[in-house]
């Protein structure tokens, strides 16, 4: 193949037909900006889900009442439950400094007001998959170690087993409905950026069907005519997608410093970085978009000849 | 090099075209084919090049049927016939040196007989200063002798020409018609649709007229027009 040839028709073309190129770069750049914004939201809600359902845990409070026999008892229970994930032992002292250190000055004077300790030791569950919280929280209800007079303490308790039921599904139904709404808005916005795409092709390719003609009267193959429009369209994608890599990367990056200055960082949103290599894109957000930008744009260029070629 | 053999082209719904036309054109020869508008010169051209395909009959070019060549090599064939038309068909961002040097790398010609063969043809047809010269920066006599350039540079078996001397001043087509005469002595078979009673009388050369897609006429030195007692070929 000729390449150096196909590379100097292709870059004078872009070149003569800058107008042109403008436009399908501008093309190339939204559609993969929407496209890529979609797919980074996603994946850091999906982060954002994930390291919520992490920190799901169910406290198991134990009551004072309960015989040494009774505590090493559930002890061993926790430690044969397969599902459980760790289990941390909180002392009736450490549950006391913990309601200090949230109170502040306040604690002082709401302890005072009571006899002695009023927080019951317990064990912080957490559960392998946040699915099973509710069926591992229902094993502890009734242990005779177990207290069941907390409940008072959390309205969202069920018995002395407590566990942030309803919160956490409903921000996790939330989370999950967002997702699935981003996964169409990729979907179309996907869709979208081909049609785009392949009627910038189309058009510029229309403003030169004369050009063409001429190749095959000359006798040019349908590759030899095709390769110069294979490659401006892999240029321009380039181009195009390499743009939008680098401002959602921006707008990823203003995001993630938002969110580390608010409030937000109590959740401990996990920003999904776009140019480390991840399960979904083992090439890394960015690197994949734009590959994808010139594959579009390759393949428009090659398709969008075929009605041209027809002998 | 051209072989007709009952040949009918009806274009939808029913317009005419070509009309069992048979016709043969020995290698080497130079022939003229003339008749009005609409009488099928053009039709018939493109038959050859295989931009149309024939309602009916075989047409053999070069000794390939064009009927069952693939269309993969339909390339290949065109590059055994050399172009000229009316309208030039220059790539307008081009130089003339790049427009002829096209039809070369299309072959996939090596860049050192590109560099060789080029200038030799631009000096031909007697546009070595204009070598670097747009299509737009140079007269429509010159474009054509740029198209002529480009069609010859490979050394085609068969040139064809649809109304070459159509956009271009009388004086002008008479320097043409002496470069189409002398790329037929090299051994190139040259057949030239045309109006131009003038360069059709003055060239003395085998005419074939044709009307309404059939030939009416085939005369070995004939001029433009002639009595119809020597009408030949119609039925």
Known sequence: MR??????????????????????????????????VALVTDRNLNQGATSLKN???????????????????????????????????????????????????????????????????????Y????????????????????????????????????????????????????EKG????????????????????????????REIEIMRLVGATNWFIRWPFVLEGFMTGLVGSVLAGASIY??????????????????????YPPWFQSGHWPLGLMPSLALLGAVLGSLGGGFALRRYLKV | ??????????????????????????????????GPSGSGKTTLIKLVLKELEPTEGRILVAGRNLSTL????????????GCVFQDFKLLPNKTVWENVAYALEVVGEHRRSIRRKVPEIVNLVGLADKANSLPHEISGGEQQRVSVARAFVNHPPLLLADEPT???????????????????????????????????????????????????????????DEAPTEVTGAD
């Open chain 1, 3 to 36: 390449t150096s040839f196909f590379l100097s028709e292709a870059l004078g073309s872009l070149r003569r037909n800058w107008v042109m190129t403008m436009a399908a770069i501008l093309t190339v750049f939204i559609s993969m900006s929407i496209l890529g």
């Open chain 1, 55 to 125: 920190r799901i845990l169910i406290k198991v409070y134990i009551s004072d009442n309960a015989t040494p026999e009774q505590v090493t008892a559930l002890q061993q229970k926790i430690e044969s439950m397969p599902q459980i994930k760790k289990a941390v032992y909180v002392s009736k002292d450490q549950a006391l400094a913990a309601f200090r250190k949230m109170m502040g000055s306040q604690a002082d004077e709401i302890l005072s007001a009571l006899p002695n300790n009023p927080f019951p030791a317990d064990y912080d569950i």
């Open chain 1, 127 to 178: 559960v392998k998959d946040s699915n099973q919280v509710e069926s591992v929280a229902q094993q502890f209800i009734g242990n005779p170690a177990v207290d069941d007079t907390n409940h008072l303490l959390h309205p969202d308790a069920h018995d002395s087993v407590v566990y942030a039921k309803k919160t956490v599904r409903r921000m996790l139904g939330i989370i999950n409905l967002i």
């Open chain 1, 182 to 209: 981003m996964w169409v808005a990729t979907t179309v916005f996907g869709v979208a950026a081909i049609l785009l795409i392949s009627t910038t092709v189309r058009l510029s390719i229309f403003a030169r069907r």
């Open chain 1, 250 to 271: 921006a707008f990823n990056w203003t995001i993630f410093k938002w969110i580390k200055s608010s409030e937000l960082s109590y959740w401990s949103v996990k920003i």
């Open chain 2, 1 to 34: 090099m051209i072989v007709f053999e009952n040949v009918s082209k009806i274009y939808e719904p029913d317009v005419v075209g070509l009309q069992d036309f048979t016709w043969h054109v020995p290698k080497g020869e130079f022939v003229f084919l003339v």
């Open chain 2, 70 to 81: 693939r269309r993969s090599k339909v390339p290949f064939l065109r590059r055994n016939i």
């Open chain 2, 166 to 224: 159509g956009n271009i001043d009388p004086e002008t087509s008479i320097g043409l018609m002496q470069l189409l005469l002398r790329i037929n002595r090299t051994g190139t078979t040259v057949v030239v649709a045309t109006h131009d009673r003038d360069m059709v009388n003055r060239m003395r050369r085998r005419v074939i007229q044709l009307e309404g897609g059939r030939m009416v006429r085939d005369e070995h030195r004939g001029s433009y």
